[in-house]
Nanobody, 115 residues
């Protein structure tokens, strides 16, 4: 059974940084592209950043230059380093496979950017 466990969110001031982690199990992690998605209140879930199994990355225009996605196949974990955070980055952040997602979604981790 696939499990996706996101962590690392919190409350941060504008301009601050956070590092999100997503620990996976029940899947052969190295065979999958992985991505971070986010859902803000009253908005649809959107792709933030993706990383293919070979390491190629893709970012939403809104986060280019500020966020970095990475993966550690030995730890079955994908990370999202978020710098220069803005209030519009406030959302629940989820990880899932990429470019196609699994039906199962984890609980996500809340990121709130506010002064």
């Amino acid at each position: 059974q696939v499990q996706l466990v996101e962590s690392g969110g919190g409350l941060v001031q504008p301009g601050g940084s956070l590092r999100l982690s997503c620990a996976t199990s029940g899947m052969i992690f190295s065979l999958y592209g992985m991505a971070w998605y986010r859902q803000a209140p009253r908005k649809q879930r959107e792709l933030v950043a993706g990383i293919m199994r070979g390491g190629t990355t893709n970012y939403a225009n809104s986060v280019k230059g500020r966020f970095t996605i990475s993966r550690d196949n030995a730890k079955n974990t994908v990370y999202l380093q978020m710098n220069n955070l803005k209030p519009e980055d406030t959302a629940v952040y989820y990880c899932n496979t990429y470019p196609t997602t699994r039906t199962y979604w984890g609980q996500g981790t809340q990121v709130t950017v506010s002064s």
